[in-house]
C-alpha cells in the first residue's frame, strides 16, 4: 500500500499545488508525455500521486481512495453533505481564492440584496408566469443560501459552465458562481449582490477520514505531516 | 429495527380503521409529474423529494407525500362529500440528517367536505388521537389561518400585506419585513440614491427577460412605499403577542380573545378555534390539556392555511412527528382548476409507532 495523494491535474491550480508542495520538500511531478496524467513523488517515501478533476477529489477522499487531496471548500461543500465527518481540513493553501456569489443583471438597478431578489422573484412570476431562474452549478449550497435568507419563487437551472453568459441568452435571469476577480461578472453586464458571498473558496489540503491505513502507511503520513509542517 | 413485513401489517390495520370509520382506500402513483409539485413548492421541494426522470415523460418525483395526488384525484372525479384513506410509501431527500429515514410508510385520512369545518377538522384529529392513544404522545396543535386574518387586517398597504402572507412560512424574512414595514430598519445610501433618481442610468446595457419597464415599475412601487406610513408599534406587538401564544387550549383562547379586542380583524378565525374546540371537546379530546401554540406549523409544508396539529414523543424528541395534518383549503383551488373545496386530512407513521412500541 503507499499513500495516496490526489492533485488537480490541470492548470494554476496543479501549479500551485506543485510549488506549495516543492516550498516543503516534497517534489511533486508530472512524467511521461505532457497530456499523460502520470505523477511521481520525490522527497518522501511511500505516498503516490494521483492525478485527477478537482471536481472528483471530494467524492474520491469521501471514497478512500485517496488519504490526501487538493482541492476547493466550494467543490467539497457542494459535493459532500456532512463532509466533516468524511473529510478533515488539514491545511488552507492560500491561493485559488474565490468566492461563491449571487450575481444579477447590472442594469437592476433596483436590487442590492436578498430581499429585493426576493421581491423581484414573485414580481416576475406574476408578469411572466414563471419563477426567476438562477443558472449554477452549485444546486445545494444555493438552495440552502435561499432557504436560509428566505428567498421564494425561484428556480435553480444547471449551468456547468460559461454561466455568467446565461443572462444574456435568457436561459436565466441571475447567477450564482464562483468568482476571484469579478471581471467576467463585469463583462457580461453582471454584478455582485451586496451580501456576504454564499461560500468563501479556497484550494485546501484535506485528508479524508474513510482512507484505509496500515503500520506502514502510519508511519509514511505522520512523516508527510511533520515535512508539511503544520 | 423495525421489519418492514411489520410497518406493512400494521399500515392495513390502520388503514382498515379509516375504512371503518368511512373512507374510501384509495391509491396513488408513486411516481409524480414533476411539475405541479415544483409549482406549488418551488425549487424547495428538490431537496426534499428525489427527482428522477426519462426522455418521455421528463422529470418525474418520488411521491413525497399523498395529499398533492389524493386532492389532484378529487378535484377531477371526486363526489362530495369525501373521505379517503390510503397507506404507502413517501420518499424524502436526506442531506442533513442520517438518522432520518428517507423512505417512511405514510397512512392518512382526508376529508372532503363543504358543510362543517369544525367537526371535519375534530374528526380528523380525534382519529388519529385515537390510534396513537398508547403511546402518550405530546400533541400540539395551531391554526394557521388565525395569523393569516391577522395579517390581513394590518393597518397598511396592500403590497406589504401580500408580501407579509407570501412569507408566513419563513418566519426570518416575516420577521425582517415587518421590522422593515414598522421603520425599524435604516434606509440604506444605495436606495436612497434610488428613491431619488439618482440611480437611473440607461446607458446601462439591458441583458435578459426582465424588462427595463419592469425594473421602473418596481422602482415606482418602492417610490410608493416609501410614503407609506409605517406599522404602528401597537400592531407589531399585538402580531407578536399573537404568535407568543403558547399554552393550553382554553387558556390561549383565553389569550386570543384579549388580543382581539385590539385586533377585530382575528375575531372570526378565533371563533373558528372555539368551536373546533368544542367539536373536539364532544369527540371526546381532551380538550382542557391540548396544547396551542399559534407559531405551530409555520416551518412545515406551504400548503395547511387553517388548523394545524402534530403529535410528537416527550421520550424520543429525537425523532420526528409521529401523525401530523392540517387543513390546505387553498391547495384544493390551486389544484382544482376553478373549482375548490374545504379540505382537512393528516397521516400517522406505522414505523414510528413500532419503534415507540418497541420501546423498554
Known amino acids: ?83 466533516e465527518q468524511q473529510l478533515q481540513c488539514m491545511q488552507e493553501l492560500g491561493f485559488g481564492q474565490a468566492d461563491l456569489v449571487m450575481a444579477v443583471p447590472k442594469a437592476w438597478v433596483d436590487v442590492d440584496t436578498l430581499d429585493d431578489l426576493d421581491a423581484v422573484a414573485a414580481a416576475f412570476r406574476t408578469t ?38 446565461t443572462v444574456a441568452n435568457e436561459t436565466a435571469e441571475a447567477i450564482a458562481d464562483i468568482t476571484s476577480s469579478g471581471e467576467t461578472l ?13 461560500l468563501k473558496s479556497q484550494a485546501t489540503l484535506w485528508r479524508s477520514r474513510m482512507a484505509p491505513v496500515d503500520d506502514q502507511d502510519r508511519n509514511v503520513i505522520k512523516n508527510l505531516i511533520d515535512q508539511l509542517s503544520f | 429495527m423495525i421489519h418492514r413485513a411489520k410497518t406493512l401489517a400494521r399500515a392495513a390495520e390502520l388503514r382498515a380503521d379509516f375504512e371503518a370509520a368511512g373512507a374510501v382506500p384509495v391509491e396513488t402513483p408513486i ?13 424547495e421541494i428538490r431537496a426534499r423529494a428525489y427527482v428522477t426522470s426519462d426522455a418521455l415523460r421528463g422529470e418525474q418525483m418520488l411521491r413525497p407525500d399523498f395529499t398533492v395526488p389524493v386532492v389532484q384525484m378529487h378535484m377531477a372525479h371526486g363526489a362530495e362529500p369525501a373521505r379517503y384513506t390510503y397507506s404507502g410509501e413517501v420518499f424524502r431527500r436526506q442531506e442533513h440528517d442520517p438518522d432520518r ?21 375534530a374528526e380528523v384529529f380525534s382519529l388519529l388521537s385515537e390510534a396513537v392513544v398508547h403511546l402518550n404522545l405530546r400533541a400540539a396543535t395551531g391554526d394557521i389561518g388565525v395569523l393569516m386574518a391577522a395579517v390581513k387586517g394590518l393597518q397598511t398597504t396592500a403590497p406589504r400585506k401580500a408580501a407579509l402572507l407570501r412569507h408566513i412560512w419563513r418566519p426570518r424574512r416575516f420577521r425582517a419585513l415587518l421590522e422593515r414595514y414598522a421603520g425599524r430598519v435604516p434606509v440604506s445610501d444605495e436606495r436612497a440614491k434610488l428613491l431619488s433618481g439618482a440611480l437611473s442610468d440607461t ?9 427595463r419597464r419592469e425594473i421602473e415599475r418596481r422602482i415606482d412601487a418602492l417610490r410608493e412605499d416609501a410614503t407609506a406610513a409605517p406599522l404602528s408599534a401597537g400592531e407589531v ?12 387550549t382554553p387558556f390561549a383562547l383565553e389569550r386570543l380573545r384579549d388580543i382581539a379586542v385590539d385586533m377585530p380583524s382575528i375575531s ?21 390539556h391540548l396544547a396551542f401554540e399559534a407559531s405551530f406549523g409555520r416551518t412545515s409544508m406551504e400548503y395547511y392555511d387553517g388548523f394545524v396539529f402534530g403529535f410528537f414523543s416527550a421520550k424520543r424528541p429525537d425523532l420526528p412527528a409521529v401523525a401530523t395534518g392540517g387543513r390546505y383549503d387553498a391547495l384544493t383551488h390551486r389544484l382544482g382548476s376553478g373549482a375548490e373545496i374545504p379540505a382537512v386530512g393528516g397521516v400517522l407513521r406505522p414505523g414510528l409507532m413500532l419503534e415507540l412500541e418497541a420501546q423498554p
Open chain 2, 31 to 43: 411516481l409524480q409529474p414533476a411539475r405541479t409539485l415544483l409549482d406549488l413548492y418551488g425549487e
Open chain 1, 1 to 83: 500500500m503507499t499513500v495516496k495523494l490526489g492533485v488537480p491535474s490541470k492548470g494554476r491550480l496543479m501549479e500551485k499545488t506543485f510549488d506549495w508542495f516543492r516550498q516543503r520538500g516534497v517534489l511533486l511531478t508530472r512524467t511521461g508525455s505532457e497530456r499523460e496524467y502520470a505523477g511521481a513523488v520525490g522527497g518522501i517515501e511511500g505516498v503516490s500521486l494521483v492525478l485527477l478533476s478537482a471536481g472528483e477529489v471530494p467524492r474520491e477522499l469521501a471514497a478512500g481512495r485517496l488519504h490526501f487531496g487538493i482541492t476547493g471548500t466550494d467543490l467539497v461543500r457542494e459535493k459532500l453533505p456532512l463532509w
Open chain 2, 237 to 248: 406587538d399585538l402580531l407578536d403577542a399573537l404568535l407568543d401564544v403558547r399554552e393550553t
Open chain 1, 186 to 198: 463585469r463583462a457580461n453586464h453582471l454584478k455582485v449582490l451586496k451580501e456576504e458571498p454564499i
Open chain 1, 128 to 165: 411572466h408566469g414563471m419563477r426567476l431562474r438562477i443558472a449554477t452549478k452549485y444546486h445545494r449550497l444555493v438552495r440552502d443560501y435561499l432557504r436560509h435568507g428566505g428567498v421564494a419563487d425561484y428556480a435553480l437551472v444547471d449551468s456547468q459552465g460559461a454561466t455568467e453568459g
Open chain 2, 101 to 121: 429515514a428517507n423512505e417512511y410508510v405514510q397512512v392518512g385520512y382526508e376529508i372532503f367536505d363543504r358543510t362543517d369545518p369544525a367537526s371535519a377538522d
Open chain 2, 268 to 288: 372570526l378565525a378565533v371563533s373558528g378555534i372555539e368551536m373546533r374546540a368544542d367539536a373536539l371537546d364532544r369527540r371526546g379530546v381532551d380538550v382542557e
Open chain 2, 203 to 211: 446607458s446601462i446595457p439591458m441583458v435578459g427577460k426582465r424588462s
